[in-house]
């Protein structure tokens, strides 16, 4: 058994204390079985999901080298979504306090290129982003990859998905061959096994059973006629009344249909899939993470990366055609020690899917009649707060602070009352409590903001 102390670990003891500060206390197994592995400097292929506590595991490792005095790239974390970038760099953040002066900055598509290409000027340690904004980057000369230690792929899988093969090959033939390489994935496709073939130098492996405890995670099963799927979902949320919950579903089409059908029926949903501009997929994610927003109806892609504290759901409108995809699906709920429900909703068609996931757990499924499913009383489900929309942001150096003290100061609202607040480049977003929307959004706009009347709508 590897042992589960961070302290016999051969970490300084500057970092070690940061972890002991953050409430690092014990290891999780990703953590044990590939630490050791990457601080000796070796190639890794790990297999494990999100929440694993993977993105702590490569902060350490690729932290531990960094020269603080050279201020070129030296290590870079390639992420499918800048969701999964822009998380990934606060962990780094919080894990690099205890080195000096350490700067970690994002590399994203959907934003402006100019201010990133000043922020490179003044130079970075390490680099955080996704595979088509760092390949412009080293396009234009602004990003030199020529001093990188350490290189990690992080949800590789999720990468191939997307089409970034080439993009990937493109990105590591500009680094020097005697880098390391870290390869983070939560399933294992052939095209990991091309990467790592390609690129890799005697990968060593490791795999954490990405198994769900089921005293965490409720697992039920739902036999379908095709036809009644979207009834089906309708008549789940009626009878579970869940305040979050994410729709799985295959494409942009079928999260479309399921938005329109439920809406239709008074409840709050909205689609997250590729298609989407980055500034709504902003929207619709800062809406699910504040409550303000029931049901998201998502595609396995675009709900990578996603990191939402209490998910009481998850629904497999039609079961993930590959039993790993499962897997990862319903590990979105029964998270921090709290319980979820993972519903999945089988076609006869999708029968040897259903027969594929039985095989994994090695545990028959449990299956229910839809027919026992009685609507528990209430109004339509609606989520519990509502999401106001500031027209400014981070660029007119718009902070948390200032929002919440409009509301509790001029707006009379209680700081009880306010819940999440985002702000992003051009906009801001503060969900309130469903009651003293209306109230809020007045005051907000017949108001001042950090001394400026600015345009707030409600979302």
């Not at 992080?154 to 005697?178: H, K, N, V, W």
């Not at 008549?235 to 239709?264: D, H, K, N």
Request: glycine share 8%; aromatic share 4%; net charge positive.
């Amino acid at each position: 058994m590897p042992s589960t102390a961070f302290s016999d670990l051969p970490l300084g003891a500057s970092t070690l204390a940061n972890l002991a500060s953050l409430g690092y206390a014990e290891m999780t197994p990703i953590q044990a079985q590939s630490l050791p592995i990457m601080l000796k400097g070796s190639d890794l292929i790990a297999q494990a999901k999100t929440g694993s506590g993977k993105t702590a595991a490569f902060g350490i490792a690729l932290l531990e080298p960094l020269n603080p005095r050279y201020f070129g790239c030296q290590a870079l974390v390639l992420c499918p979504t800048r969701e999964l970038a822009d998380q990934v760099a606060k962990e780094l953040r919080r894990l690099a306090r205890a080195a000096d002066n350490i700067k970690i900055l994002t590399l994203c598509g959907g934003v402006p290129i100019g201010p990133q290409i000043g922020s490179l000027e003044h130079g970075a340690h390490v680099i955080v982003g996704t595979p088509g904004r760092v390949q412009e980057h080293l396009k234009k000369g602004t990003l030199k990859l020529d001093g990188l230690n350490t290189l990690v792929l992080d949800e590789a899988d999720r990468m191939l998905d997307m089409g970034f093969y080439d993009a990937i090959a493109e990105i590591i033939g500009q680094t020097p061959s005697r880098r390391q390489t870290l390869l983070f994935s939560a399933t294992y496709p052939a095209g990991i096994e091309q990467l790592s073939a390609a690129f890799m130098r005697a990968p060593q492996q490791v795999r954490v059973e990405a198994m769900h405890d089921q005293k965490q995670i409720e697992q039920r099963f739902y036999e379908i006629d095709p036809a009644e799927r979207m009834p089906a979902v309708m008549r789940i949320l009626a009878g579970f009344r869940p305040e979050s919950c994410v729709a799985f579903c295959f494409t942009r089409q079928q999260c479309q249909e399921l938005v329109e059908y439920l809406g239709a029926k008074g409840i709050s949903a909205m689609a997250l899939h590729g298609d989407l501009e980055q500034r709504d997929r902003d929207q619709v994610l800062a809406m699910f993470a504040n409550r303000s927003l029931s049901v998201l109806v998502a595609t396995d892609v675009a709900a990578r990366g996603l990191d939402i504290d209490a998910l009481d759901m998850v629904i497999n409108v039609e079961l993930a055609r590959d039993s790993e995809i499962h897997v990862h699906r319903i590990g979105r709920t029964g998270r921090a020690g709290k319980r979820g429900v993972a519903i999945s909703l089988v076609a006869p068609a999708e029968a040897h899917r259903a027969r594929a996931i039985e095989e994994r757990q090695q545990a028959p499924l449990d299956w229910y009649p839809l027919s026992d499913l009685k609507a528990l009383p209430g109004e339509p489900l609606q989520p519990p707060m509502v999401t106001l929309c500031i027209a400014a942001g981070r660029k007119e150096k718009l902070r948390p602070g200032d929002i919440l003290g409009a509301l509790t100061g001029d707006a009379g609202i209680l700081g009880a009352q306010v819940g999440k607040i985002a702000i992003f480049d051009f906009q801001a977003f503060v969900a309130v409590e469903r009651s003293v929307a209306r109230k809020a959004l007045a005051r907000l706009n017949a108001g001042k903001i950090k001394g400026r009347s600015l345009k707030v709508r409600v979302l």
